[in-house]
C-alpha cells in the first residue's frame, strides 16, 4: 500500500493550507494516521495522530493553529493549517501503522515565507 500526500506549497506568514494523504489500496485496522516534518537540518517530528477512536495528539508548537481528520472509508488524513509560520517550513509526511506494518508517504514541501 502507498500513500499520497498532496497540498503543500508556498504561503505567506499567517496564511493556511490543508494537507491530504490518501492510501492507494486498502489497508485494514488502521490504528493510527499521522503527520510528521523534517525541516533543513532537523530529525522528522511528529507533529499530530489521530487514532481509533478519534483520539488527536498535537506537537505543542501546533496546538491551536492545525487541525487533523480522518475518513476512515476512504483511508485518508487531512492536515489543516492556519496561522502559518516560517518555522512550520519542512517536508510534511503522512504515516498510517497498522496491524501489517507502518506505511509513508512521500513527503509535501511546506513553504512559509513572505
Known amino acids: 500500500v502507498q500513500l499520497q500526500a498532496s497540498g503543500g506549497g508556498l504561503v505567506q506568514p499567517g496564511g493556511s493550507l490543508r494537507l491530504s494523504c490518501a492510501a492507494s489500496?486498502?489497508?485494514?485496522?488502521?490504528?493510527?494516521r499521522s503527520w510528521y516534518r523534517q525541516a533543513p537540518g532537523n530529525q522528522r517530528e511528529l507533529v499530530t495522530r489521530i487514532v481509533g477512536g478519534g483520539i488527536t495528539d498535537y506537537a505543542d508548537s501546533v496546538k491551536g493553529r492545525f487541525t487533523v481528520s480522518r475518513d476512515n472509508a476512504k483511508n485518508t488524513v487531512d492536515l489543516q493549517m492556519n496561522s502559518l509560520k516560517p518555522e512550520d517550513t519542512a517536508v510534511y509526511y503522512c504515516?498510517?501503522?497498522?496491524?501489517?506494518?507502518?506505511?509513508w508517504g512521500q513527503g509535501t514541501l511546506v513553504t512559509v515565507s513572505s
Open positions: 489500496g486498502r489497508i485494514f485496522s488502521v490504528q493510527s
Open positions: 504515516n498510517f501503522v497498522a496491524p501489517r506494518g507502518s506505511s
